[in-house]
C-alpha cells in the first residue's frame, strides 16, 4: 500500500478535507513510534497531494465541496 493510501485508509475520509489538527493527530500520535523515513515519506506523499490538487483541482473541488484544497489554508 502506498504512503498517501495508508494515510488515506486511516482518515477515512477524502483527504482533501484534512486538517492541520488531523495531520497533528496522524504524525504526532498515531506514526509516532514508526521510523523517522516512514513519517518523512508520508508527510512528503501528502505535501505533494496537496500540491497537485491545488495546482490541478482547486477550484473544482471547492464548488463541489466547500473544502479549499491548499496544504495552507484553513476552512
Known sequence: ??????VRAWFGRPLWEM????????FGKVMRAAAQNTRLKRAQALKIWFAFLELRHKAEIYQLTGYAASARSTR
Open 19 to 26: 486538517r492541520p489538527a488531523d495531520a497533528d493527530e496522524y
Open 1 to 6: 500500500m502506498s504512503n498517501l493510501e495508508q
